[in-house]
Nanobody, 114 residues
Framework: QVQIVESGGGLVQPGGSLRLSCEVS????????VSWYRQAPGAQREMVALLTVGGNANYAADVKGRFTISGDNNKNTMYLQMNSLTPEDTAVYYC????????WGQGTQVTVSS
């Protein structure tokens, strides 16, 4: 049984940073693509970052250069480092392991506000 535990969200001021984590058990991140999504109030869930099995990272245009997706195979944990946060980054963030349908984390709230 696959379990994913997300952590790292919170309240941060504009310009600040946060690192989100998703610890995975029951499946290896080494053999699956990992991705991060976010969903703002009233909006659809959107992908913000994807890390392929081959190690290639892809980002949504509005986070490129500010967010970094990574994975620690030894800890079987995926990360999303978020820098230079703006109020527009406020959303619930979800990690996802694999696709079709893959496995989702429970979501963590990120609020960027002064």
């Amino acid at each position: 049984q696959v379990q994913i535990v997300e952590s790292g969200g919170g309240l941060v001021q504009p310009g600040g940073s946060l690192r989100l984590s998703c610890e995975v058990s029951g499946e290896s991140i080494r053999t699956n693509p990992v991705s991060w999504y976010r969903q703002a109030p009233g909006a659809q869930r959107e992908m913000v970052a994807l890390l392929t099995v081959g190690g290639n990272a892809n980002y949504a245009a509005d986070v490129k250069g500010r967010f970094t997706i990574s994975g620690d195979n030894n800890k079987n944990t995926m990360y999303l480092q978020m820098n230079s946060l703006t109020p527009e980054d406020t959303a619930v963030y979800y990690c996802r392991l694999g696709f079709s349908p893959g496995f989702w984390g429970q979501g963590t709230q990120v609020t960027v506000s002064s």
